[in-house]
């Protein structure tokens, strides 16, 4: 069984403003590091985009109503990772949670060097949206 931790932070928007802003593919190079450090584009009917990981694929969960942004990613190897991620209402505001799943082959300090850049993220999520 893996290891999860859920990462999460408020954001004093609401639920629909985060999700239609985090949900945006083309957004993620203005929050998500860990992500996307370039354009986001379609290739062959694909999201692309160069991460820190070198050049992935990012398949993502089809719009919907209830804030899921699960999202799976294929590194340049082939393996594929799936990162689980909701936005939820919080009274006026919106809680967003990313799940980070250890994987068997991640160190104790890789694990929480992926966790730092998560919170890292989302807390750039959370000045953007803010204002």
């Known amino acids: 069984m893996e290891t999860s931790r859920h990462i999460s932070t408020y954001i004093d928007r609401t639920s629909k403003e985060v999700y239609d802003f ?3 593919p083309q957004n993620l190079p203005q929050w998500a590091s860990g992500l996307s450090n370039s354009t986001v584009e379609i290739v062959d009917g694909q999201w692309v985009t160069d991460s820190p990981m070198g050049r992935i694929l990012i398949d993502f969960a089809p719009p919907n109503d209830f804030g899921i942004l699960d999202h799976d990613v294929t590194v340049p190897s082939g393996q594929t990772f799936h990162n689980p991620m909701r936005v939820m209402p ?6 967003v949670v990313f799940t980070l799943r250890r994987q068997p082959d991640v160190t104790d300090p890789d694990f929480e060097r992926d966790a730092t850049t998560i919170a890292g993220d989302l807390a ?3 000045t953007l949206l803010e204002g």
């Open 22 to 24: 985090a949900s945006n």
């Open 90 to 95: 919080d009274g006026d505001g919106a809680e």
């Open 124 to 126: 750039t999520l959370k």
